[in-house]
């Protein structure tokens, strides 16, 4: 195994003193490992290097409660060829987080040493709340100032998050309430074969029933009826779904960030991706290889979203928690700014 640990790497958590950066980012979910190093341009941030590694870090986990060998090493790997790449840029101010799959993992304190001993990277487990909200300030610049409240969802790994939100004039969005619903696209695979009707309908029949009380403590049908409601899609199912609408040759993330997804077409994606055999799945470049046995199971929670909040139309987010991390790095986490990308590095980011 690469160790990319030595004494250099002490040198990923000093802060800069310029107040321009660079600032690292890395995310550690149940399916990938995200990077992001950005520098501070005024109120916004400049993408200076974007990397991600599939590493299906929670596969198991909903059955053994346990990250296992392979999925450890397979993290490790990533995370190694993070250290490197951040290397790039020190001295530089870091933050590493970990979500669900470490969380749920009763092996987590093993996993922590042993990622710090071979790649010099402390990763820090976040809760629940804090990365619905992270995720919130990654993408609440895109938020709709007509619509005052809003749903932002982010269909992850090992769970899904969703976030109710209220915006007033000058102010950052504020959270109302936050729900984590237990499942995302690693464990609905393990747990259910959604390639099945039957399945699929479970999951998202589940989906809906788990959201019923949150609905109706927040009274959201009635702000849906009044059109006050918006709603955000920050995961990769929300991405996918769209750049398979779109019919993109290959993913293009500017061709996705802040684009408007209507319901009819979404519904109609479902049913192009259930008619896919999973070798035409896997070839698709917008889904590709290792996620076709997971799109299904994001779509039918997508797809259950989109049944208890009838908005009509969704805008999809290529940004989430690694950019809501970035901005409180950059600006403090007091600050009332939310993720605005630098635009002059925008397209290459």
């Not at 490992?33 to 929670?58: A, P």
């Not at 970035?326 to 007091?334: R, S």
Request: proline share 3%; with cysteine.
């Amino acid at each position: 195994m690469v160790s990319a640990h030595n004494k250099e790497h002490d040198s990923f958590s000093r802060p800069d003193s310029t107040g321009r950066g660079p600032y690292a980012v890395i995310d550690l979910g149940s399916y990938t490992c995200r990077l992001l190093v950005v520098s501070r341009w005024e109120h916004c941030l400049e993408t200076i290097e974007v990397f991600s590694r599939f590493t299906r870090l929670g596969e198991g986990i909903s059955r053994s409660n346990l990250l296992s060998e392979e999925a450890i090493a397979r993290t490790t790997q990533a995370l190694v060829q993070c250290a490197n790449r951040i290397q790039q840029h020190a001295p530089i101010a870091m933050r590493a987080v970990a979500t669900e799959a470490v969380r749920r993992a009763q092996n987590k304190d093993d996993f922590l040493k042993h990622i710090r001993k071979n790649t010099g990277i402390s990763l820090e487990i976040i809760s629940q709340e804090q990365e619905a909200k992270f995720a919130l300030k990654g993408c609440a610049g895109l938020l709709d100032s007509s619509h005052p409240y809003g749903l932002v969802f982010d269909i992850g790994g090992g769970s899904t998050e969703i976030t109710w939100i209220l915006q007033k004039t000058g102010c950052a969005p504020e959270v109302l309430d936050w729900v984590s619903l237990p499942f995302g696209v690693v464990t609905i695979a393990e747990d259910y074969y959604t390639d099945q009707a039957n399945d699929y309908r479970l999951v998202r029949e589940n989906t809906c029933n788990l959201l019923e009380n949150f609905t109706e403590r927040n009274n959201i049908r009635q702000y849906i009826l009044e059109n006050q409601v918006q709603i955000l899609g920050t995961s990769g199912t929300a991405t996918t779904a769209l750049a398979l609408h779109q019919g993109l040759k290959r993913y293009e993330r500017t061709k996705i960030d802040g684009m408007m997804f209507k319901y009819p077409d979404i519904y109609k994606v479902i049913k192009i991706v259930q008619m896919m055999s999973t070798q035409e799945r896997n070839y698709n470049r917008c889904i590709g290889i290792g996620r076709a046995e997971l799109v299904l199971g994001g779509l039918a929670i997508l797809e259950g979203l989109c049944n208890i909040w009838p908005v009509g139309v969704m805008k999809v987010a290529d940004r989430g928690v690694r950019e809501g991390i970035a901005t409180d790095i950059a600006f403090g986490k007091d600050s009332p700014l939310v993720y605005e990308p630098y635009e002059r590095l925008e397209v290459a980011a």
